[in-house]
Structure formats: structure tokens, C-alpha cells
């Protein structure tokens, strides 16, 4: 059973943006999957499940909500969603259409960490610090190219070479994956932006995207969603915006209401899982955050001893 809040989220306009600010332990996955059910089977016009693409960050969180969603409107449905990671999710879709519309090679392998720190041996020594700064500049969607442009190091500055160094491993990094036949990790969802950004009439194939997690964007992921459709849900939580260090820009979160005009927002603030002390221990450190989106927590569990630190 859903509580009024989140009934009311649930089954917000399909037409409308829609964005669910979830405490922990106020029921965010299943909200989320709820949202699901009810586009592709309860609303006044479903949508067809293969038009409807779910995106989440980890395989298992992919995987909890498929065998949610599989209890819920039934395997069959859960089989024609586009739901995975936005690795997977993109892989999908370049698999489809990379060839026709990017001139990929249909056969594309995927490149992991140990693939991709083999390759950069070849061009650079440190592969580990190469790989991590490369990294870096494709979560900001940064070609070669567009990694020197962005340089701030003056010509004869301490910092120039380097950065010329770095741009130069990058540029002999992508010739590496392309004679290979393959894409790393980061590549998929570069060429997945690509993609629609040349190809915007893709998107006649996708009439709703929902995210999971949304406060760990970066700015490719971001950019993705606001190329797949207007018709979006996303929840978050910011106060659990924990991934900068990953590229997560919990600013995605505020920046929502410029890029999907007439947004609406849900506040998910009842919590099922802790003690009222609990909850006013974590409001209390939440709140010294000067640029916290203002959110509550409450419960209505019984009250449990106090808060201990050892």
C-alpha cells in the first residue's frame, strides 16, 4: 500500500517532468518501480514497455528492480522495458543504431579497466593516473580536442605540458580502442550522447525515461537524459550525493527546473526504517549544508533509545 505522497507521485502526469526528492528509507525504489507500473499498464494512455526506459547505476540495483517490476506488471513487460545501468542502456542502444548512424563497428567489444590500462602501457608508463584523468574528461563529455581547448595553462606555464602531454595520451588512447574494435566504459555513454545529439529523431522511439539515483549524475549521464526526452522521472536524494569524487554533480538537481520547463516536484520525507532519534541525529548534521534543498524528515515508528557515539 502507498501512502498519499507517494500515490501522488506515482501517478503524476505522464506529460509533466517529474522529479521525487526521497529521504533514506521513504520508499525510493518502490515509488520508482510503482511509477513504471502505472505508465506502461494503469494510465489513462499507457505506453508500450519497449518505449519506456528505465535507468538505475548499479547491475543490482537493476536487477532488484526487474524482479520488482516482474511481480508487478509481469515478465513479458518487464522483458520489453529498456531498464539497466546507463552503461547497459546505452550499449543497447549503440548496438541498434551505432552502425547505420555513428558508422560503428557493429562487432564492438567492451573494453574493461584491465583492457583499458593494457592499452594506455603503450602510450604511457603511468597508465594508472593516465586512465583516471582520461576518465575525468569524458565524464565532462571532452573529446581530445575539447580537453586542450579547455586547458587554463598559459603556453610556457608550469601546468602547459602536462596538459599537452595528457591531451596527446588521450588522442593515441582512442587510436588504441579503435584498432582494437572497442569502447571503454566511458565511451559508451559518450557515443550515446553523440548519438541522439546527431540523430535527435531516435527519440521518436522513446516516450518516457525514468532514472533511479539521480543525485549521482555527471554531466554525460545528465546530458543523455535531457536528450532522450521530455517526458522524464528521476529520484534523488542531494543529502546522499556522495559520489563527486565520481563525477556526480548533485547541482543536476536544481538545474532541472531551466532544462524540463513546468517541472514538478515530490517531497518524500516519511521515513519506514528508523527511530525518531535516528532521524533527528541525521537532520542535524544534514542541516549545517548552507545550500541544502530544504526536506524534512519524520516516522511515525515508535521511540527508540539515543543516538551512541563510540
Not at 581547448?149 to 593515441?172: I, M, N
Request: contains cysteine.
Amino acid at each position: 500500500m502507498l501512502s498519499a505522497t507517494q500515490h501522488a507521485a506515482v501517478t503524476s502526469d505522464a506529460a509533466r517532468p517529474l522529479q521525487i526528492l526521497a529521504g533514506p528509507g521513504s520508499g525510493k525504489t518502490r515509488v520508482l518501480t510503482s511509477r513504471v507500473a502505472w505508465l506502461v499498464r494503469d494510465s489513462a494512455t499507457p505506453i508500450a514497455p519497449e518505449r519506456c526506459v528505465v535507468v538505475t547505476f548499479t547491475n543490482r540495483a537493476a536487477n532488484e528492480m526487474r524482479a520488482r517490476l516482474e511481480s508487478m506488471i509481469g515478465a513479458d513487460r518487464t522483458r520489453r522495458l529498456v531498464l539497466g545501468t546507463f552503461h547497459a542502456v546505452c550499449v543497447r542502444f549503440l548496438r541498434r543504431w551505432g552502425a547505420r548512424c555513428l558508422g560503428l563497428d557493429p562487432r564492438f567489444t567492451i573494453a574493461d579497466t584491465d583492457d583499458a590500462r593494457r592499452l594506455l602501457r603503450d602510450v604511457d608508463r603511468d597508465a594508472d593516473a593516465a586512465l583516471s584523468a582520461i576518465s575525468r574528461a569524458k565524464a565532462h563529455g571532452w573529446t581530445p580536442d575539447e580537453l586542450r581547448a579547455s586547458g587554463t595553462h598559459a603556453p610556457g606555464s608550469p601546468g602547459h605540458a602536462e596538459h599537452l602531454a595528457l591531451c596527446r595520451t588521450y588522442a593515441a588512447y582512442q587510436q588504441q580502442l579503435r584498432a582494437s574494435h572497442a569502447l571503454d566504459f566511458d565511451d559508451l555513454l559518450l557515443l550515446g550522447v553523440r548519438l541522439f545529439r546527431e540523430h535527435p529523431e531516435l527519440t521518436a522511439h522513446i516516450d518516457h525515461v525514468l532514472v533511479d539515483e539521480f543525485q549521482d549524475t555527471n554531466a554525460v549521464q545528465y546530458e543523455l537524459l535531457c536528450r532522450l526526452s521530455p517526458h522524464v522521472s528521476v529520484v534523488g536524494d542531494p543529502d546522499q550525493s556522495i559520489y563527486s569524487w565520481r563525477h556526480a554533480d548533485v547541482r543536476h538537481i536544481e538545474r532541472m527546473h531551466l532544462d524540463f520547463p513546468g517541472l514538478h516536484r515530490v517531497l518524500l520525507e516519511e521515513n519506514y526504517r528508523s527511530t525518531p532519534q535516528i532521524l533527528e541525529a541525521a537532520l542535524r548534521v544534514m542541516q549545517q549544508d548552507p545550500h541544502r534543498i530544504p526536506k524534512g524528515l519524520y516516522t511515525a515508528l515508535a521511540s527508540g533509545p539515543p543516538v551512541v557515539v563510540h
